[in-house]
């Protein structure tokens, strides 16, 4: 594959635009193919459901773990090859979930996995901000939509493996094929990033990147309450029945993944400001929708909000963060993830912990305050 010298890209934008595309659809097919086989594993390893939920923290253990490191490595090496490594150890750990005989050997797996996952997303972001730089307007709320988009697909494959009772670590393998075509076709077309003198890998980040970090830790508070408390939600408190369960939890990927579709023309035409605004907003009310009218068609509005609220704000933070002036976009994107993966990791202990000395919907209250507080910092910071 033809090597791009870092100083400048011999492609057309185009080109660079649809190879980080690929890597960001990728990523998302190897994280949903897990996802899809989760019940699968855990009946072969006959985990209950407590042992489950202990055994799913590796995943964001790893994931913190990469953080530091991933900031470091990438000055290093550039996000390229730092890219390409790491979405070839994704793939590779997702087929070792699958080989996986004990509860033993799936944490530690699970806790590589996270690991990679990481620095793919550190990596394919800091690609999509070069990509960006290219374009002269936002597009990498799209790249996010094409990950959600993965989901979507990665799941439909997850059912029809589990309806031909192929094995998981057969199907894991279909995966990783496909992905190891994907890079080999996409490596030439990314952009080579690396240079001799990048600079320290640790600078204190700034108090713009804070307050990005603060806007994406209050979103990402919401999102992890979404994914983890969506179907209780909607099982205890609005009383929703057999499929039902789980339309809150469809409702809100659905508006998530089309938000990040239009967020980009948005803030092109309105500017991030206001696009972080309106996200915030619609976060808070959808979550206040669904607190004081917990019925079902009224609830599914209420997700259908959040989802879409929270669909931009990520994309947004980290083009924001990736045009950093005293930080390398790389290193910048890894300060703000730290500080936004934090909420992701608080929110669903958060509304557990409130619901157990009050009310479930007590803790939904408290979660849309932080959706308010996306409306108040980005109002107040300089973006």
Known sequence: MPETPASTYNYSKTTLRAAVAAMFFMAGLCFASWASRIATIQQTLDLSDAALGGVLFAIPVGLMC???FSGWIITKIGSRNLLLSSIVLYAVMLVTLGLAQNTFQLICCLLLFGFSSNAVNISVNTQAVAAEELYQRPILASFHGLWSLAGFTGAAIGTVMIGKQIIPLHHFAIILAII????????????????????????????????????AFCS?????????????????????????????????????????FIADWFAHKFGLKRTL???????????????FFPQLYTALLGFLLVGAGVSSVVPMVYSAAGKSKT??????????????FLGFLVGPPLIGFVAGIATLRASFSIIAMMGACVVIISTKARI
Do not use: H
């Open 66 to 68: 990469s953080l530091p």
């Open 180 to 215: 190891a075509v994907a890079v080999i076709i996409s490596s030439g077309y990314l952009k080579n990033d690396k240079t001799p003198n990048a600079g320290p890998a640790f600078v204190m980040p700034d108090n713009s990147l804070i307050k990005l970090g603060a806007i």
């Open 220 to 260: 990402m508070i919401c999102e992890g309450a979404m994914f983890d408390w969506s179907v209780i939600y909607f099982k205890k408190v609005v009383l929703a029945t057999g499929a039902w369960m789980g339309a809150g939890y469809t409702a809100f990927m659905l508006t998530m993944a089309c938000g990040r």
């Open 277 to 291: 605004q309106l996200s915030g907003t619609l976060t808070a009310t959808g979550l206040l929708v669904a607190v």
């Open 327 to 340: 930080m390398q976009p790389g290193v910048a994107l890894a300060a703000v993830s730290t500080i936004g």
